[in-house]
Nanobody, 125 residues
Framework: QVQLVESGGGSVQAGGSLRLSCAAS????????MGWFRQVPGKEREGVAT???????RYSDSVKGRFTISQDNAKNTLYLQMNSLKPEDTAMYYC???????????????????WGQGTQVTVSS
């Protein structure tokens, strides 16, 4: 079992920045794939970024160049630095974890097995 707790969400004006954190505990395996996802009411969950144990990263086209995913293995913490925020970035943001293969493939998978409770990000124009 992996437990995930997100923090760092809030309200910000367009063009601003936020950094989300996700503290992981439980069975933290070195081969995990970690990711950030977001969802707005009435829409499907969207993959934002993933990172694997080798620090290889992938991003959705909508956030590429503005968001940066990183991890501190010593602290078992995942981060998402969000810059140049836009109103369309408004969503509930979740971190998730699963085995390494979830970081592979042509698309950002959203069917991860372990999820946090989410943290709200609101960007006003």
């Amino acid at each position: 079992q992996v437990q995930l707790v997100e923090s760092g969400g809030g309200s910000v004006q367009a063009g601003g920045s936020l950094r989300l954190s996700c503290a992981a505990s439980g069975y933290i395996h070195s081969s995990l794939c970690m990711g950030w996802f977001r969802q707005v009411p009435g829409k499907e969950r969207e993959g934002v970024a993933t990172i694997d144990s080798g620090a290889r990263t992938r991003y959705s086209d909508s956030v590429k160049g503005r968001f940066t995913i990183s991890q501190d293995n010593a602290k078992n913490t995942l981060y998402l630095q969000m810059n140049s925020l836009k109103p369309e970035d408004t969503a509930m943001y979740y971190c998730a974890a699963d085995w390494a293969e979830y970081c592979r493939g042509a698309y950002l998978r959203t069917d991860f097995g372990y999820w946090g409770q989410g943290t709200q990000v609101t960007v006003s124009s």
